[in-house]
T-cell receptor, first 110, second 114 residues
Framework: TQLLEQSPQFLSIQEGENLTVYCNSS?????LQWYRQEPGEGPVLLVT?????EVKKLKRLTFQFGDARKDSSLHITAAQPGDTGLYLC??????????FGAGTILRVKS | DAMVIQNPRYQVTQFGKPVTLSCSQT?????MYWYQQKSSQAPKLLFH???????NEADTPDNFQSRRPNTSFCFLDIRSPGLGDAAMYLC?????????????FGPGTRLTVT
């Protein structure tokens, strides 16, 4: 069974601070996706990373896929209250079934 | 806009009373997934349809069933809801089953069991 460990579980920071969320596994994933979910809504895809060592940027968000494709990180620069939400990493397994990490609840205080 | 639609957004049912949740998609995707998500936890895959082919997860209780009458619609039936089945139920679609293809999620149906 492929598992993804995500940390930290909770993060409460002030507006303007930087943060990093980590997603680790002992298994290799062919691709890894990051989602953001707001309360009462479905997850919204932020990015998909597929190549070991890949770095993708989405405005203030930087996503990195580890060289061995076993880990990934999400870095947010100068966090804003609008970044508040549940961040989920997910790895694709055969049949494109997603294995999700436990999620990181981010709260950005103004 | 093409999208994944779930109805209703909120559903209240009584303990043991069958309930059906609905999902429709305008993306014409081959694959439709049902996930269960409990408060602030990760979504857990219940089953998926690849076209008309039903694929159940090994640990999905028999109490949960699904139907896909056509490409656009997929239903989640809970035959005898228990208090532990209260959760958000998410429907998602994917163009195909190739690994790494994007999954598009609906807004979810929050189920309350009284």
């Amino acid at each position: 069974t492929q598992l993804l460990e995500q940390s930290p579980q909770f993060l409460s920071i002030q507006e303007g601070e930087n943060l990093t969320v980590y997603c680790n596994s002992s298994s290799v994933f062919s691709s890894l996706q990051w989602y953001r979910q707001e309360p009462g809504e479905g997850p919204v895809l932020l990015v998909t990373v597929v190549t070991g060592g890949e770095v993708k940027k989405l405005k203030r968000l930087t996503f990195q896929f580890g060289d061995a494709r076993k880990d990934s990180s999400l870095h947010i620069t100068a966090a804003q209250p609008g970044d508040t939400g549940l961040y989920l990493c997910a790895g694709a397994t055969p049949g494109n079934k997603l294995v999700f990490g436990a999620g990181t609840i981010l709260r950005v205080k103004s | 806009d093409a999208m994944v639609i779930q109805n209703p957004r909120y559903q209240v049912t009584q303990f043991g009373k069958p309930v059906t949740l609905s999902c429709s998609q305008t993306l014409n995707h081959n694959v439709m997934y049902w996930y269960q998500q409990k408060s602030s936890q990760a979504p857990k895959l219940l089953f998926h349809y690849y076209d008309k082919d039903f694929n159940n997860e090994a640990d999905t209780p028999d109490n949960f069933q699904s139907r896909r009458p056509n490409t656009s619609f997929c239903f989640l039936d809970i035959r005898s809801p228990g208090l532990g089945d209260a959760a958000m139920y998410l429907c998602a679609t994917s163009r195909d089953r190739d690994r790494g293809l994007e999954q598009y999620f609906g807004p979810g149906t929050r189920l309350t069991v009284t």
